[in-house]
């Protein structure tokens, strides 16, 4: 007879540990009691241990939390054969990319999950989440960084968040999702990536996200990012289009660039690709000095800024990082 499986829960909150309040949900409940009935009723043979952190709303999450999961995860690493982070749905996607890249080389699968509904209310999503998750971190199939969502299975640093309405959160942009039944068969994922050797820890930067909109002004944009942030996000269009007519913006992203301030273009459609070559109202951003960040989701491209950042690394081989795939975060080129 196999010798049961080991998994850690770690929880940090989020939807899935609320209880109603008189300001709505907020954080609450005894998620242990909970994860413990699901697992007597409809788990397998198993060993089970908990970490509840201090429970925060998801929404907020910080680069401190990043490292405290990632630091947890190591710690437990040799005493555990899988780990679930119960985590809320409105970052878990930031985390799940991050804890990715912190992670290299930990050999062991993580998987990530929530719930839209919280444990104890009529419809609630939790239990299924729970059960699904804590399967495929006892599988030993799931290795590397996943999430679970509603019966779906994928790399956790491809996933994105497209509802917080519909029971079905989370989708896979890039990388082919799995309907979980205990083994990847289906699941297509980006190389596993260089990784990264005895990363720093995480720390919080000052990274300015900006959303093109019709009409916004490079004015605005300059009031944006002064004063200067580490690094920019820009969300342009489609394959990276933006208001290449706008007087100035041009100027004023390449006074970033020229300054060693990355600017990152990311799409604002879930599927997309950068290519700055692609419509000639892109080609500003190139001139400009922008990195494309090709296929990355914004979640992957927003904390993989923030872990560059916290590393020892010269700020002109910036770019060069962050275009080499750590985690899987990239589709190479065909």
């Not at 780990?83 to 990715?100: I, Q, W």
């Not at 998750?133 to 994928?154: H, K, N, P, W």
């Not at 082919?176 to 919080?204: C, F, H, I, K, Q």
Request: aromatic share 8%; net charge negative; glycine share 12%.
């Amino acid at each position: 007879m196999p010798t049961p499986a080991r998994i850690l829960f770690i929880c940090t909150g989020g939807t899935i540990a609320m209880v109603a309040g008189p300001d709505g949900f907020d954080t609450g409940g005894d998620v242990r009691a909970e994860v413990s009935a699901v697992l007597a009723l409809r788990g397998g043979p198993a060993e089970i241990d908990f970490i509840e952190f201090d429970l925060v709303d998801s929404s907020n999450i910080t680069p401190e939390h990043w490292q405290l999961m990632a630091d947890q995860l190591w710690a437990h690493h040799d005493r555990f054969d899988g780990f679930v982070v119960l985590h809320g749905t409105n970052t878990l996607a930031h985390s799940a990319s991050a804890v990715s890249y912190a992670l290299a080389g930990f050999g062991k699968p993580v998987v990530f999950t929530g719930s839209q509904i919280p444990f104890g209310i009529p419809g609630s999503d939790a239990p299924d989440n729970v059960q699904g998750a804590f399967e495929a971190a006892s599988s030993g199939a799931a290795a590397g960084v996943t999430v679970y969502f509603d019966g779906d299975l994928m790399p956790g640093v491809r996933a994105t968040k497209i509802s917080a309405i519909d029971m079905h959160g989370f989708v896979s942009p890039h990388a082919d999702v799995v309907d979980w039944n205990g083994s990847l068969e289906g699941m297509t994922r980006s190389p596993a990536g260089e990784g990264w050797v005895n990363p720093r820890p995480y720390g919080r930067h000052d990274v300015a996200v900006i959303t093109a909109a019709p009409g916004m002004s490079a004015e605005r944009f300059r009031a944006m990012t002064d004063p200067a942030p580490d690094a920019v996000i820009y969300r342009a269009y489609g394959a990276g289009e933006g208001p290449s007519d706008e007087a100035g913006l041009e100027e004023a992203i390449n006074a970033l660039t020229g300054n060693g301030i990355p600017v990152v273009v990311v799409s604002q459609c879930v599927i997309a690709h950068i290519d700055f070559a692609k419509y000639a109202a892109a080609g500003f951003l190139r001139r400009a000095g922008a990195l494309g960040a090709e296929d990355m989701t914004f979640e992957a491209a927003y904390s993989k800024l923030h872990f560059l950042l916290s590393q020892e690394i010269d700020r002109a081989d910036l770019g060069k990082w962050f275009l080499t795939n750590i985690a899987g975060e990239l589709t190479p080129a065909a």
